[in-house]
């Protein structure tokens, strides 16, 4: 048992995450044989707080607006209680579904750059898998 309470719950390594799911790309995995339930509260908090002690720092309640592509990089604007612009060599965009519009909103973006939006619904993904294991399963 886990000092967490969750039984068997392990780091693996590639190998052994490929030979379960070979769909899988990865350097290692979080193997939880028992459950698929995280306190996600807890998890996110723990994040802040390596992230923090790393040195990072949170800005809750910005809104990340749209960019202007620079020659040293993108002129970020954010949003909030006090409008800032961050110049930053590279921004990780992770804004979930408003991931690509925010994305498209950058100014001067080169065309080649300029991402569509494409969402699977979960029928087409299970067809997508039942076709995979067809495709493994014939002689
Ligand atoms: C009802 C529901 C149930 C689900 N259940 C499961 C499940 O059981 N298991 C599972 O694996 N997945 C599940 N998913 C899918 C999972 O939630 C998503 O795949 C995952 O959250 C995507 O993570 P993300 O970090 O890419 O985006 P998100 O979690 O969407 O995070 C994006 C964040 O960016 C913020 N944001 C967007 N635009 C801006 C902006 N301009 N400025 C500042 N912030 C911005 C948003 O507010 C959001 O907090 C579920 C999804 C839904 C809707």
Redesign the pocket.
Known sequence: MQPNGVEGLAYIPREDAEALEPEIKCLAALHSPSTGIIDSHGFMAALQDDAETHGAMIAFS????PAASIPRGLAQQIGGTEEIEIVALCVVN?????AVD?TNKVEGLAKAHILKQRLTSQAAVRRVKLDHCNRNSSP
């Open positions: 910005s809104q990340v607006l992770c804004a979930g579904l408003r925010l």
